[in-house]
C-alpha cells in the first residue's frame, strides 16, 4: 500500500473542497447538496488518519478484503473519540464476501445482480444492520464493466423492492474511460428520476465536476486528494 504527504494531502482535499462548492454554484445545485466520498483504497491507515483529523468522515473503498485490514482500527480510534466513520463500498461484490460487506461498510454501492441482491437480503437479516444501499448501472453497456445496463435496471429495482425486500436508495456509475462522461452523467440521472431515486453517485477525479453539473449527489474523489496510487 502507499504512503500519502499528509499535509499536501490535506492542502488537495480542501481544493477538491472548494471545487465542489464553486461547482455547486456555477450549476446551480443546491449548497451543501453533493457529498464528497474520500476514496481511500490502496492507501494506509497513517495516509488516512489526516484526511479523518481534517473532518473528513465519509470513505470509499472498493475492496472488501482491504477495507476489512483498515477500518475496524480506524473506527475504533474514532469511536474512542465519540465520533463515527461512514464507510462506502464502491467495487464489485462476491456473493460470498456479502456477509463480511454487510458487517464492514454502512453504504453498498456496487448491487448489481439477484445473486448478491439476494445475499445482501438474508445478510441484512440476519446481522440486523440497514447499509444504504445503491444499484451500479453499467451506462456504457461495456462488456467486462459490472453493473446493470441501462435497459435492464427498472426491472431489477422492482426485484430488488419485491422479491428481496430491499431498500435501494439510489444509483451509482462509472462512465467508459475514454469516452465524454457528461452523456453517461444525464443518463444515470435519467433513470434515477424516472425510479424515484434521490441519491445519484457519480463523478471522480478527473469528472467530479461535470458530475456536479449533471446532478450527482455524491461524488467519489481519490487521487485528486490522496495523491496518485500505484497500480489500480
Ligand atoms: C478508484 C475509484 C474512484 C476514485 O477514482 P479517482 O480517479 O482516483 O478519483 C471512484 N469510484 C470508483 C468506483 C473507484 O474504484
Not at 91 to 111: C, R, Y
Request: charged share 25%; glycine share 8%; hydrophobic share 40%.
Amino acid at each position: 500500500m502507499t504512503e500519502a504527504n499528509p499535509s499536501s494531502a490535506i492542502d488537495r482535499l480542501q481544493s477538491v473542497r472548494d471545487s465542489i462548492k464553486a461547482a455547486e454554484t456555477r450549476y446551480e445545485r443546491q449548497p451543501h447538496s453533493v457529498t464528497l466520498i474520500a476514496v481511500s483504497k490502496t492507501f494506509e491507515v497513517a495516509a488516512i488518519r489526516p484526511i479523518i483529523a481534517a473532518g473528513q468522515r465519509i470513505f470509499g473503498e472498493n475492496r472488501v478484503q482491504e477495507a476489512s485490514q483498515k477500518w475496524p482500527q480506524l473506527r475504533q480510534e474514532m469511536a474512542a473519540r465519540g465520533e463515527d466513520l461512514e464507510l462506502h463500498l464502491i467495487g464489485p461484490l462476491q456473493s460470498n464476501k456479502a456477509g463480511d460487506a454487510v458487517a464492514l461498510f454502512d453504504w453498498i454501492e456496487t448491487v448489481d445482480r439477484d445473486k448478491i441482491a439476494k445475499a445482501l437480503a438474508s445478510e441484512i437479516a440476519k446481522q440486523k444492520r440497514n447499509p444504504t444501499l445503491l444499484v451500479q448501472v453499467n451506462t456504457g453497456d461495456e462488456p467486462q464493466k459490472a453493473g446493470l445496463s441501462p435497459t435492464e435496471t427498472d426491472a431489477f429495482l422492482v426485484r430488488c423492492r419485491d422479491d428481496y425486500g430491499l431498500t435501494i436508495s439510489g444509483l451509482m456509475c462509472i462512465p467508459p474511460v475514454n469516452e465524454a462522461p457528461g452523456p453517461h452523467f444525464a443518463l444515470l440521472t435519467k433513470i434515477a428520476r424516472r425510479n424515484g431515486l434521490g441519491i445519484i453517485s457519480m463523478g471522480m477525479s478527473g469528472d467530479f465536476e461535470t458530475a456536479i453539473q449533471m446532478g450527482a449527489t455524491h461524488v467519489r474523489v481519490g487521487s485528486a486528494i490522496f495523491g496518485a496510487r500505484l497500480g489500480f
